[in-house]
C-alpha cells in the first residue's frame, strides 16, 4: 500500500514571495490534514479536511495561507506572502475518517516538506 | 484547551538498556485512543504504539510497551532493549472531537523527547 506523498521535499525561497505544497494520501482515506512543525517543536494542525469540505482551519493564517482539496483526493497548500516565521517542516497526514464511540484515528504521515525563508 | 505534556525534551540511554519516555495529557473524552509516535531524523512520522484507553491492559509492540495510569491521565512509553535505530524525537498525541463538526477528531501533539542512543 502506497503512503502519504508529498512534494517538493524541500524549498528556499525568499520573504515575500509564494510558494506551495503538494499532498496525495492514502487511497481511501476521507481525512487529509496539513500540520506547521517548527523545529523543536510538535506538529501544529492548521487545516483539516474531510473529502473536500474544510473541518478545521482555526489554526490557519487566512491573510497569507490558502489550502484546497478540490476532487477529495490530493491537497495543496500555498502560502503567499511568505514571511521568515513560517520557515517550518510542513507536514501532510491522512485518516480515514469519522469518529465513531471511541475516537482515535490512527493519523499516516509523508515526509514533510522543510521550507526555508530567506 | 487539551493538552499534552512531556515533560523531558532530552533523554539518552546505553545501547540494549530500556528507557521510559513521559506523557501526560487531558481530556474530557471517555473512550479514546492515545498515541506515541517517532519522528527519525529522516522527519517521517510513524506510529510506534497506541493503547485504547476502555482496555485496562497495556499495550505492548515487541520492544515498545507502555504504562497507561487513566485516572492520572499519565502515557509513558517504555523501550526495552534500546537500539541504535531507536534514536529519534517521539510525541504523545491525543485526540479530541472538532468542536464544530462532531464526527469528525483531531490529535494534539506534545513538544516531544529527543532520545539520543548512546553506543
Known amino acids: 500500500e502506497a503512503g502519504v506523498a508529498q512534494s517538493p521535499r524541500y524549498k528556499i525561497i525568499e520573504k515575500r514571495q509564494s510558494v506551495a505544497f503538494w499532498c496525495n494520501p492514502i487511497s481511501g482515506h476521507a481525512t487529509l490534514y496539513w500540520y506547521q512543525q517548527i523545529l523543536g517543536q510538535g506538529p501544529k494542525l492548521l487545516i483539516q479536511?474531510?473529502?473536500?469540505?474544510?473541518?478545521?482551519d482555526s489554526q490557519l493564517p487566512k491573510d497569507r495561507f490558502s489550502a484546497e482539496r478540490l476532487k477529495g483526493v490530493d491537497s495543496t497548500l500555498k502560502i503567499q506572502p511568505a514571511k521568515l516565521e513560517d520557515s517550518a517542516v510542513y507536514l501532510c497526514?491522512?485518516?480515514?475518517?469519522?469518529?465513531?464511540?471511541?475516537?482515535?484515528?490512527?493519523?499516516?504521515f509523508g515526509p514533510g516538506t522543510r521550507l526555508t525563508v530567506l | 484547551a487539551q493538552t499534552v505534556t512531556q515533560s523531558q525534551p532530552e533523554m539518552s540511554v546505553q545501547e540494549a538498556e530500556t528507557v521510559t519516555l513521559s506523557c501526560t495529557y487531558d481530556?474530557?473524552?471517555?473512550?479514546?485512543?492515545l498515541f506515541w509516535y517517532k519522528q527519525p531524523p529522516s522527519r517521517q512520522m510513524i506510529l510506534v504504539i497506541r493503547q485504547e484507553a476502555y482496555k485496562q491492559q497495556n499495550a505492548t509492540e515487541n520492544r515498545f510497551s507502555v504504562n497507561f495510569q487513566k485516572a492520572a491521565k499519565s502515557f509513558s512509553l517504555k523501550i526495552s532493549d534500546s537500539q541504535l535505530g531507536d534514536a529519534a524525537m517521539y510525541f504523545c498525541?491525543?485526540?479530541?472531537?472538532?468542536?464544530?463538526?462532531?464526527?469528525?477528531?483531531?490529535?494534539?501533539f506534545g513538544t516531544g523527547t529527543r532520545l539520543t542512543i548512546i553506543p
Open positions: 497526514a491522512s485518516s480515514l475518517g469519522f469518529s465513531g464511540r471511541v475516537i482515535g484515528n490512527e493519523q499516516f
Open positions: 479536511f474531510q473529502n473536500n469540505g474544510v473541518v478545521d
Open positions: 498525541a491525543s485526540p479530541r472531537r472538532v468542536v464544530s463538526n462532531f464526527g469528525n477528531e483531531k490529535l494534539t
Open positions: 481530556t474530557s473524552e471517555s473512550d479514546y485512543y
